[in-house]
Nanobody, 124 residues
C-alpha cells in the first residue's frame, strides 16, 4: 500500500517562503509523474506543479510560475515544492500526488495516489 505524507506547511507572511516535502512510503515502484495540487475552501482542486521521472521536465501553473520550484529525489522517494514570494491567494491545502505512467499532468483524476494534504496559510 502506497502512502504519501506531506510536510512543511504553515503560516507565513506575504512575501515569505515555505518548502513542502512529500515522502512516499511502502512503494516498490517509481512513479513517472509526480505533482502538487492545492484546494482552497469552496474551490476545486487545482494543479500547481508537476515533474516527470528524470526531473528534467517540470510544469507549472501560470499563477505560480517563477515563484515555485518542484524537484524530486528518486533514490529517496521524495518530492519537494519550494515556494517563494508567497501571496495570500496561495492559501490552500496542498496535496502531493503520484501517477505510475505518463499522464496529462494537470488532471487530478489521472493520479493514482494522494497524500492527506498540508495547510499553507499566507497572511497579508
Amino acid at each position: 500500500q502506497v502512502q504519501l505524507v506531506e510536510a512543511g506547511g504553515g503560516l507565513v507572511q506575504a512575501g515569505g517562503s515555505l518548502r513542502l516535502s512529500c515522502a512516499a512510503n511502502g512503494r516498490t515502484f517509481t512513479s513517472y509523474t509526480r505533482g502538487w495540487f492545492r484546494q482552497a475552501p469552496g474551490k476545486e482542486r487545482e494543479f500547481v506543479a508537476a515533474i516527470r521521472w528524470s526531473g528534467d521536465s517540470t510544469y507549472y501553473a501560470d499563477s505560480v510560475k517563477g515563484r515555485f520550484s518542484i524537484s524530486r529525489d528518486n533514490a529517496k522517494n521524495t518530492l519537494s515544492l519550494q515556494m517563494n514570494s508567497l501571496k495570500p491567494e496561495d492559501t490552500a491545502l496542498y496535496y502531493c500526488a503520484d501517477a505510475r505512467g505518463v499522464v496529462v499532468y494537470t488532471i487530478p483524476a489521472l493520479y493514482e495516489y494522494w497524500g492527506q494534504g498540508t495547510q499553507v496559510t499566507v497572511s497579508s
